[in-house]
């Protein structure tokens, strides 16, 4: 197993590899995990294959997560590795901490993590904890350095996204007006204003989905 076959294998699932982490002992990953790899949608060929699914066909509550539990779970399951979800808690598995130390994923200027392929868009449905050591490819720059207009910082029309954190009840608040109905139907103004996250590819019928669970929860 090579980090191309494990690429390969992710694709092949409408999943993206979005990078990888060789454990130490203070991240908390499964006992004798040796490469603990982060797995989000493959956009844009992701969101068609879930709504054509069982778990998005059926109406019961959680489709994505349960979709993620069997793709995710059936792969582990073939590779002889553990799945790893960020959702199933409280307590939930350190995916934030995981997602930094992969050299690929960072804290962006309004503190929402940003990918170097997915921008602000960035996401994850599972991880891999395999008991190999599989040699990552060199992490490309952190993209808000060469990021001149920073428009992430003043796309958010109620300025949501600021020095005090995430406003999230001012968010979902401004979600319910009229005025709202942008980020409804198209995604966070401001993730979407990220450069990177514009050529991610993630369609706004999937954006939607997830600003519906958003506001309702």
Known sequence: MDWNTLQKQATDRHLKVLGGVHPEAEDDAPTGCRTLVLLGPDEPHFWPAFTDSPEFLDSAPDSMDRWSTRVIGDWAET??????????????????????????????????????????????????????????PTAPPRPCKSCVEKACLTACPVDALNDDGYDVATCKAFLGTTAGNGCMTNGCAARRACPVSQQWGRLPAQSAYHMRHFKRN
């Open 79 to 136: 590779l002889g590795a553990k799945a790893l979800f960020p959702f199933g808690g409280p307590p939930y598995l350190p995916f934030f901490t995981w997602a930094t130390r992969t050299g690929r994923i960072h804290a962006s200027p309004i503190r929402l993590l940003v990918h170097d392929e997915a921008g602000l868009f960035v996401s994850f449905r599972g991880a891999l904890a395999l008991d190999i050591s599989i040699e990552m």
